[in-house]
């Protein structure tokens, strides 16, 4: 029974759906989504949430999901009013099993990934960020204009993991990748630490329906004069892939072919693929018509399927059997 839903959903959308891990939260409106995916099973995948960009000191907000929009506007209400909400308390059933008391590991988890940017002279660059969504995932991108001083980055004050740097453009020029699995659900600071006070443009990109153990599943550098693709050779079936560019002459390039532009810095430009890749050797674009640019390209791995769609009128359902 716990399978037939998703089953039955597998069977009207044609799309491969799995069970999340899921998580309570504070906000209603990831309750609401949390428990349609408990019943009726999440669509297989990464995806996006919700974008942003800094201009003229105003931030811009592009929402790619409904959860995403409404979860927004709830913070927004909430903020307005300062509501105090009626606590709730959840009682987990124990299961017996011929293993023993088991907990179910399908919990409730919460609603909103999205994007951020900072520029910063100074020994730490600090974003208040709130990561949403089940199977999270955040990805942190950093240009150091003074030299190879950034030591960590930070979520609450937790390490996260350096994927790759480079210093394609040489000198005191250096980038660098991060990434942290689940990212608080609450407004908490993502920290990137230095050695020294330094010009630092920070970019944050998070993501839902990420594998959370095993990240990233690809990662190379890249060096061009002008236009730069740069490659990876993905490993795992349906990753997105993730790239940050940045040029010697004229500052942050533009998105070109397989990119999708996320978050606009000061000194580069964060994107990624804005869907799923094959496996092997798979590339993203940066533009610029002069100068030397600079990259780095990961893939992130997605969270294990667990229905899969069959082009029949067949259902399968992955470990259960036929």
């Known amino acids: 029974m716990r399978y037939f839903l998703p089953q039955i ?180 600071n993502h920290d990137i630490n230095s050695s020294a006070s330094n010009d630092t443009d920070h970019h944050i990109v998070s993501y839902s329906g990420a594998k959370q153990s095993g990240q990233m599943d690809s990662f190379a550098t890249g060096t061009a004069t002008g236009n730069l693709t740069l490659s990876t050779t993905v490993v795992a079936t349906d990753c997105w892939l993730i790239s940050w560019g940045r040029n010697s002459v004229i500052g942050p390039p533009g998105a070109g072919t397989g990119t999708t532009q996320r978050v606009a810095g000061t000194y580069h430009r964060t994107g990624d693929s804005n869907g799923t890749v094959g496996t092997g050797a798979q590339t993203m674009q940066w533009t610029n018509a002069t100068g030397t640019t600079v990259g780095i390209i990961a893939s992130i791995a997605p969270a294990l399927a667990v229905a899969t769609a069959a082009r029949s009128r067949l259902l399968t359902l992955m470990g259960v059997g036929t």
Do not use: C
């Open 9 to 188: 959903m597998v069977w009207l959308t044609r799309e491969s759906r799995y069970l999340p891990e899921i998580e309570w939260s504070k906000s209603w409106t990831h309750n609401v989504f949390r428990f349609y995916e408990l019943v009726f099973g999440r669509k297989y995948g990464i995806k996006p949430e919700t974008s942003a960009i800094k201009v003229n000191g105003k931030v811009y907000y592009a929402f790619h999901t409904w959860e995403s929009a409404i979860s927004h506007f709830e913070q927004l209400i909430r903020g307005l009013f300062r509501i105090k909400w009626l606590p709730i308390k959840i009682y987990i059933p124990q299961l017996a099993t011929p293993q023993g008391i088991v907990f179910s590991p399908y919990l409730f988890a919460i609603a909103l990934d999205t994007s951020a940017a900072l520029f910063q002279t100074s020994t730490q660059s600090r974003i208040s960020f709130t990561a949403t969504g089940s199977d999270r995932i955040s990805i942190s991108t950093v240009f150091d204009g003074s030299g190879d001083l950034v030591t960590s980055y930070q979520v609450d004050l937790v390490s996260g993991t350096q994927v790759t740097k480079e210093n394609g453009l040489g000198g005191n020029n250096w980038g660098y990748m991060y990434y942290f699995i689940a990212p608080n659900t609450t407004a908490v």
